[in-house]
């Protein structure tokens, strides 16, 4: 901004002329055409109602007293905020786990980080076809290492909230190495002679993580809660692959992300569908706006 | 100085060091093996066959390594072609999004223009939207282009993105003014400049927008199962959530399928470990 105002100033050119919108315009038009124009169209589309040969018509409020009603929408919010929840439950751990990793002088850090890493890179699809085996009733591995303790194993896949707890099971799994990495980043900027002062001072190994590491880690720990959250509301892989879009444990395990597929492409009621979206992304909005709000409290910054 | 650090490490060499790393050792092994467990498990079933993949009793071991269950994946499926289709999806959008960004990119760090604020907030609004309020509508773009089941219709909206200008905005914006304003003197056009000077300086950013589109463009589901519904025409992902749906295919071949879905990323990952995660590290997000 300032460089344009000192530009005019000292110059006769106020502007670089053609050459920025050759450098600029490719882009735009594709993500005006492809993003923004669409996120327009889908804010209208969720105030008409379409027919089964195409055309639409306006019904303003419609969709949404259909979709706050609809006892699913709740559903799905529950089980996403659910999955939400235990996907969270990684969080410390991943604190815990990457200040290990961080220890000075380990030997085989690389060899770890890779293996961490591994589910984070693996085609979600892919990876979720191996855990349906896993979680399986009849043969999974799971099973078969609950029964060598004496428990008897449930249908994971096909019975209501043991389904959802297998998917977040997953998705924790997937999303711990991704937390490690971001939070190894942070870990490094902690300088290590607090740590040499600290042991002087005889603060044993636990004094120093929770009145050291943890405090100076935060805004890495708000960074990735941050993450943790917005793409734990966008379940739909793990869930999609794990269970079959036609396993009748779905309604009870859908996720919003799920329930808005269904609407739009199963049930093909795109002006509903449309009206879940936007649900979605106002929630989102909100989410991330308290966290924002909440920050201030607890991450140390300096 | 040295004092202090030289008996804090004679301290913990003493008696703290060797004991203390091993139960770190067993506690990052532990970890890590149940990360590898997914991974090994589902070695062991692609080369073992149905009945030993059913048994009650896990056959950790197969009685004989079954290789045709790769060589089932190929007639049960349309592997190859899905494969086609993910490498082209995944190569186009990779280098469409690096040329695009890095010139809006450089654009919006570097440039004068008119709007230049407005259209940057526009640009970076999109970050904020979860991907579920442009997806109907995209659709019904590609449709009525007549794209859906083909590979332009796979490719289009992602041939764009708003999270790729940002971080290669933010690369551009931190580097330093002099090479560009010795370049400008010299007698270089803008197109010189940005080629020459700016992009080779950019390098470690544009490596890091690369790795995180590629991980998109190849693992990606949603959008893939939208526009094509006739597996032929699906990229890997797509196609083997549609073929685990089907009975006739049995769970070894389905290992081996997804296995070998998976594997040209996993072993692209092994071997550039370190600038993959360093990457995704800086770029912050998927």
């Known amino acids: ?66 979709l706050f009603a609809d006892p699913q929408l709740y559903r799905s919010l529950l089980n996403t905020v659910i999955y939400t929840a235990i996907v969270l439950l990684g969080v410390p751990l991943s604190v815990w786990l990457a200040s290990l990793l961080n220890t000075p002088g380990l030997r085989f850090v690389q060899f770890y980080r890779l293996l961490f890493f591994l589910p984070y890179v693996a085609m979600p699809v892919a990876i979720s076809l191996v855990w349906r085996m896993i979680f399986n009733g009849d043969f999974g591995l799971l099973n078969w290492v609950l029964k060598l303790v004496g428990i008897h194993g449930p249908y994971w896949l096909t019975t209501e909230w043991f389904a959802l707890i297998a998917v977040s099971i997953v998705g924790l799994w997937s999303s711990l190495g991704f937390s490690m990495i971001l939070l190894g980043a942070g870990l490094k900027n902690i300088p290590p002679d607090l740590y040499e002062a600290a042991e002087l001072d005889g603060a044993s190994r636990p004094r120093q993580f929770f009145s050291i590491t943890v405090p100076l880690l935060t805004p890495s720990i708000f960074f990735v809660l941050i993450i943790t959250i917005i793409s734990s509301f966008q379940l739909f892989d793990l869930l999609y692959a794990m269970l079959g879009a036609h396993n009748a444990v779905m309604p009870k395990t859908m996720s919003l992300v799920f329930y808005f597929y269904q609407s739009g492409f199963i049930n093909n009621d795109k002006g509903f569908a449309s009206a879940v979206a936007i649900f979605i992304f106002a929630l989102i909005g909100v989410i991330t706006l308290v966290q924002f709000r909440l920050q201030r409290r607890w991450v140390h910054n300096d | 100085m040295t004092d202090v650090s030289a008996a804090a490490r004679t301290r913990r060499g003493s008696r703290g060091r060797r004991p203390s790393h091993a139960l770190i050792h067993v506690v990052l092994g532990i970890g890590g093996f149940l990360m590898a467990v997914p991974f090994l498990w589902q070695i062991i079933m692609s080369l073992s066959t149905n009945a030993e993949v059913q048994s009650v009793t896990p056959v950790f071991w197969p009685q004989h390594l079954e290789w045709g269950n790769f060589t089932q994946v190929f007639a049960q499926m349309p592997f190859l072609s899905q494969l086609r289709t993910s490498v082209i999806i995944t190569v186009i959008r990779t280098f469409a999004q690096i040329v695009l ?50 590979l332009l219709g796979l490719v289009a909206p992602g041939l764009f993105s708003a999270f790729g200008t940002f971080l290669m905005r933010t690369a551009f914006i931190n580097m330093p003014r002099e090479l560009e ?106």
Not at chain 2, 105 to 133: D, E, N
Not at chain 2, 199 to 227: D, K
Not at chain 2, 263 to 276: D, G, S, T
Request: proline share 6%; net charge positive.
């Open chain 2, 181 to 286: 304003e010795a370049a400008r003197i010299d007698g270089a056009n803008p197109i010189q400049i940005f080629w020459r000077v700016m992009l080779p300086l950019a390098r470690p950013s544009i490596s890091a927008l690369a790795i995180t589109t590629v991980l998109f463009s190849w693992n990606e589901l949603l959008w893939p199962l939208v526009v094509a519904n006739d597996p032929a025409n699906m990229p890997l992902a797509a196609g083997l959530a549609t073929i685990a749906g089907d009975v006739t295919v049995n769970y070894p071949v389905l290992m081996a399928a997804s296995l070998l879905a998976m594997a040209p990323v996993l072993i692209a990952f092994i071997v550039m470990q370190r600038r993959v995660i360093d990457g995704l590290a800086s770029s912050g997000l998927k």
């Open chain 1, 1 to 66: 901004m300032t460089a344009i105002r000192s530009g005019a100033k000292a110059t006769h050119r106020k502007y670089d002329g053609a050459w920025p919108w050759l450098f600029v315009l490719p882009l735009l038009i594709g993500v005006v055409g492809f993003y923004v124009w669409p996120i327009i169209q889908t804010a209208y589309y969720s105030f008409t109602t379409w027919g089964v040969f195409g055309g639409s018509t306006w019904t303003g409020g419609a969709n949404y007293a259909a």
């Open chain 2, 101 to 150: 960004c890095t010139m809006a990119g450089y654009a919006f760090a570097r440039m004068r223009f008119p709007f230049k604020g407005v259209l940057l907030g526009v640009v970076l609004s999109i970050l904020l939207v979860p991907s579920q309020a442009y997806l109907i509508s995209q659709y019904q773009i590609v449709q009525g282009l007549g794209w859906l089941n083909t």
